[in-house]
């Protein structure tokens, strides 16, 4: 997409502050394959219901609620698809299933990557920690590409927070 304008000023100048902005892959494929086997099996079972005797009286308003949940529960988990990473002159965001959240770089203490841990931590003042969900050790090579990117962005804004020895060391 380089090159090309994004059409509002203001989401432009936005975007353009991000150098490093990353999401899950494997997490990614993982979800939709699963929001879709959940729509199916809730479709499945409101058509085998009505079939055969089950000595429940199953209508077309059940058949519809249990196609509604599904896609209910499918959206649910669909959420999960909004984790990401960016990094840049403002800081570092974060963003959940749920919220998104700025750290300054005054803010950011360093960035680890425990052994027993899953995910990497945004080490913050007080010894307080926020996993990054985004960069993820099932990703693989993708996953220690997107650490050492953002690593390097960290390094540019604050080299301090960068090196992981003098982090685990406060």
Known sequence: MSGQSTGGGAAASAADTWEFDHRPTRMRQI????AVVIVIVHVIWAVILVRGDTGVTVGV??????????????GVLLTLLRIRVRAGAPGVEITGPL???????????GLTFPRSSYWPRLELPAYEHVGIWAIQTVDGADGVTAMSRL???????????ADPETVADR
């Open 99 to 109: 919220r998104s959240r700025l750290w300054p770089w005054e803010d950011v203490v």
């Open 31 to 34: 979800v939709v394959g699963l």
């Open 61 to 74: 308003p059940d058949q519809l609620a249990f196609v509604v949940t599904g896609f209910i529960f499918a």
């Open 151 to 161: 690593r390097e962005v960290v390094h540019a804004h604050k080299p301090s927070a």
